[in-house]
């Protein structure tokens, strides 16, 4: 009698070697890493280009005109007249509308010659500033080659052969240009009328 046996064979399994495990993990890392530096410059792209944009749309600093304020506030404690040619235009005009000063008219002064009489003749000042500046460019961007300003005149003023002083504020409008790459004030007319209210 022949002995009869069943061999069943048992499937082989393919062992994963530990070398392509971390083949395949680097892959991936690699994958990953990629994409996440696509990203990054690619946002760095992005911020670049809308710093350009913002940088050639925006008009200059307020700083830009507002220094030439400061200058003439210098100026008007100082009665520096070496100051007027490197703030004003030629033509520049000066007014002082006297609405905000009892019993004064209007007056103008208008060119370098002129504006530097008027400095020599301004009264003692303890302090002045041009306050709560708000500037509009035109155009509004950064080719702008023109500026207006509206502020407020605070100061205090010491009285002639007095030891008395007197506080003042009054309504200013400023106009700006830019000669030669470099921006003037063309206009400042100071103690504005205030604006009429309905009703008033």
């Not at 500026?147 to 003042?168: D, E, K, Y």
């Amino acid at each position: 009698m022949v002995e009869r046996r069943l061999v069943v064979e048992k499937p082989q399994v393919e062992e994963t070697s530990p070398g392509r495990s971390r083949r395949f993990s680097r892959g991936l890392k690699g994958i990953f890493d990629s994409q996440m530096r696509a990203t990054v410059v690619g946002g760095l792209v992005l911020f670049g280009l809308l710093t350009v944009y913002h940088n050639w749309t925006q008009p200059p600093g307020t700083g830009t005109v507002t220094s030439l304020m400061e200058e003439e506030a210098t100026a008007s404690e100082t009665h520096d007249t070496a100051l007027v040619s490197r703030i004003y235009t030629a033509d520049a005009e000066v007014t002082d509308t006297g609405c905000e000063t009892a019993k004064t008219l209007s007056q103008t002064w208008q060119g370098y010659a002129q504006i530097e009489d008027r400095y020599r003749l301004l009264p003692r000042f303890v302090w002045l500033q041009h306050a709560f500046e708000q500037v509009t460019w035109y155009p509004n961007d950064r080719s702008a080659s023109t500026a207006s300003a509206t502020a407020v005149t605070v100061g205090v003023l010491a009285l002639p052969g007095t030891r008395n002083f007197l506080s003042i504020t009054g309504d200013e409008l400023w106009t700006f240009a830019r000669v030669n790459g470099q921006w003037r004030v063309a206009s400042f007319t100071y103690n504005l009328c205030p604006a009429p209210t309905l009703g008033g």
